[in-house]
Nanobody
Framework: QVQLVESGGGLVQAGGSLRLSCAAS????????MDWFRQAPGKERELVAR???????YYADSVKGRFTISRDNAKNTVSLQMNSLKPEDTAVYYC???????????WGQGTQVTVSS
């Protein structure tokens, strides 16, 4: 059974930092792109950061320079270091994995991040 389990969410003041982690199990994810999405209340889910199977990274413009995605293929984990957090970063953050570039095959259950002003 494939599972993606996020951890590390919580409440933080604006300007603070959080580190989200995602533990994947059930298969080897080294050939998958690993992503972090987020969904704020009343908004669509959006891609925040991606780590391709080849090691390239992508960031949404809104988080460039503040967030860093990293993965450890040996441990089947992906992390998101979030610095200089803003109230607009408040959302449920989801870990996701896909074999093909335009597909998501697996989702985590989500973890809440709340940034207070």
């Amino acid at each position: 059974q494939v599972q993606l389990v996020e951890s590390g969410g919580g409440l933080v003041q604006a300007g603070g930092s959080l580190r989200l982690s995602c533990a994947a199990s059930g298969r080897t994810f080294s050939f998958y792109h690993m992503d972090w999405f987020r969904q704020a209340p009343g908004k669509e889910r959006e891609l925040v950061a991606r780590s391709s199977s080849g090691g390239r990274t992508y960031y949404a413009d809104s988080v460039k320079g503040r967030f860093t995605i990293s993965r450890d293929n040996a441990k089947n984990t992906v992390s998101l270091q979030m610095n200089s957090l803003k109230p607009e970063d408040t959302a449920v953050y989801y870990c996701a994995a896909g074999r093909l570039l335009e597909t998501i095959d697996y989702w985590g259950q989500g973890t809440q991040v709340t940034v207070s002003s």
